[in-house]
């Protein structure tokens, strides 16, 4: 078993330049480019994107941000969670163990997770022990909603 270092990836224009390799490289980038081109925000900023290097080169990445349960609307009683987006790996680097050291990652955190499944990703979220949602859950964003949950939580998760 690979053990992969997950970092927080700073937001800079290096950063942002090895996003571009990326098929899944659209708006969320965009608007860190416009921001840093305008310095509205620097190096050291909290950045939402975690990756793994290899070598010098991002080869994984995902966004990970925390929900506060006020804007809830996926658990029953509402709690805080993690949504987890643009996870996508380099296609050379597919089924190496970055993906699953990411959600890894993520998981570490113990809360509740929920992300959208792309189109032929159900297996992968299955096999990392992710649910579909399948209860009345308004999907305004055509969403594929998965969720996981830490041990011990799911019993107060969902009705």
């Known amino acids: 078993m690979n053990e992969y270092k997950v970092e927080r990836l700073k937001i800079n224009f290096k950063t942002l330049e090895e996003f571009e390799k990326f098929r899944e490289y659209g708006a969320q980038e965009l608007s ?17 994107f975690y990756g793994i290097y290899y070598g010098d080169k991002l080869v994984a990445r995902m966004s990970l941000y925390r929900i506060d349960k006020k804007y809830d609307r996926y658990f029953d009683p509402p709690q805080d969670y993690l949504e987890l987006w643009k996870l996508e790996v380099l296609p050379m680097y597919q089924g190496k163990g970055y993906g ?7 998981k570490s955190f113990n809360l509740p997770i929920k992300t959208n499944a792309r189109q032929q990703s159900h297996g ?3 096999k ?23 041990k011990g939580v799911k019993e107060r998760a969902l009705k």
């Open 100 to 106: 699953k050291a990411l959600v890894d990652f993520a």
């Open 128 to 150: 990392m022990g992710f649910e579909p949602v399948t209860y009345n859950v308004e999907r305004d964003r055509g969403e594929n909603p998965y969720v996981w949950f830490p």
């Open 32 to 48: 860190m480019l416009e921001d840093l081109e305008a310095n509205i925000i620097e190096n050291d900023s909290d950045s939402p």
């Open 124 to 126: 992968f979220w299955e």
